[in-house]
């Protein structure tokens, strides 16, 4: 079972490969090394035959949301400290900082696949402000975060 971390906005957050680095710009696909290719891939709850909106999880209140494999994201005790983890808590933390510059507010939660309607472990309000590193969006699984700007 793959863990998640989805993201729910009260405007459109953005979609797509964050944080990969192709050797050759002309294909996506050449890396140098394995750590060039770690990133984080959002995509959006939108779903464009039925044109309309889904819901990650039951306990999101805001319509705009992504989902994203979070493999290289730790949940809470299971910090290793790789190169491949800090990039990609780094790509997390600058995805957080920009979506709440333009939106103010941000839920955060993680789950393995399939269980995003559990209830959840943990539910926090956070100012992010409180947030110093990536390494402090580091939580359990089913923890819900609200975070202010």
């Given at each position: 079972?793959?863990?998640?971390?989805?993201?729910?906005?009260?405007t459109?957050?953005?979609?797509?490969?964050?944080?990969?680095?192709?050797?050759?710009?002309?294909?996506?696909?050449?890396?140098?090394?394995?750590?060039?290719?770690?990133?984080?891939?959002?995509?959006?709850?939108?779903?464009?035959?039925?044109?309309?909106?889904?819901?990650?999880?039951?306990?999101?209140?805001?319509?705009?949301?992504?989902g994203?494999?979070?493999?290289?994201?730790?949940?809470?005790?299971?910090?290793?400290?790789?190169m491949?983890?800090e990039?990609?808590?780094a790509i997390?933390?600058?995805?957080?900082?920009?979506?709440?510059?333009?939106?103010?507010?941000l839920?955060?939660?993680?789950?393995?696949?399939?269980?995003?309607?559990?209830?959840?472990?943990?539910?926090?309000?956070?100012r992010?402000?409180?947030?110093?590193?990536?390494?402090?969006?580091?939580?359990?699984?089913?923890?819900?975060w609200?975070?202010?700007?």
């Open positions: 079972m793959t863990q998640y971390i989805y993201i729910a906005s009260p459109r957050l953005p979609k797509g490969s964050f944080g990969s680095e192709p050797s050759n710009h002309d294909k996506d696909n050449c890396f140098k090394n394995d750590l060039d290719y770690e990133h984080l891939f959002f995509e959006s709850n939108y779903e464009p035959q039925l044109k309309q909106r889904f819901s990650y999880s039951s306990h999101f209140s805001f319509d705009h949301q992504v994203a494999d979070a493999r290289q994201i730790p949940i809470r005790d299971t910090i290793k400290g790789t491949e983890e990039k990609c808590l997390l933390y600058s995805y957080l900082s920009d979506a709440l510059h333009s939106n103010g507010v839920e955060y939660y993680t789950c393995v696949n399939g269980r995003e309607d559990l209830p959840t472990s943990k539910r926090r309000n956070v992010w402000t409180d947030i110093n590193n990536p390494y402090d969006l580091v939580i359990r699984d089913r923890e819900f609200v975070i202010t700007f």
